[in-house]
Nanobody, 123 residues
Framework: QVQLVESGGGSVQAGGSLRLSCAAS????????MGWIRQAPGKEREFVAA????????QYSDSVKGRFTISRDNAKNTVYLQMNSLKPDDTAVYYC????????????????WGQGTQVTVSS
């Protein structure tokens, strides 16, 4: 089992920045690829970003590429999502998730999920 706890969400104006953190506990953090997935009201879950166990390889959705950066610190059992140039369309609940398959853009490949943190971007 892996327990994931997100933090860092909040409200920001368009063009602003937020940094999400996800602290992991339980089984060895470095065994898992990590991802951020978001869900806006009335919409399906949407892949945002993922990072391989080593932290070397990353993957982003086209909608956030160039604005968001995913990173991880295996010594601190934490994964981060730096979000810059935020847009109202980025408003959603952001979930941190762990995958034993490594890096994946398919949210169905993730085994463990956090409770989510709300990000609201106003125009």
């Amino acid at each position: 089992q892996v327990q994931l706890v997100e933090s860092g969400g909040g409200s920001v104006q368009a063009g602003g920045s937020l940094r999400l953190s996800c602290a992991a506990s339980g089984r060895t953090f470095s065994y898992y690829g990590m991802g951020w997935i978001r869900q806006a009201p009335g919409k399906e879950r949407e892949f945002v970003a993922a990072i391989r166990q080593s932290g070397i390889n990353t993957q982003y959705s086209d909608s956030v590429k160039g604005r968001f950066t995913i990173s991880r610190d295996n010594a601190k059992n934490t994964v981060y999502l730096q979000m810059n140039s935020l847009k109202p369309d980025d408003t959603a609940v952001y979930y941190c998730a762990a995958s034993s398959l490594g890096i994946s853009s398919n949210y169905k490949h993730y085994d463990y999920w956090g409770q989510g943190t709300q990000v609201t971007v106003s125009s």
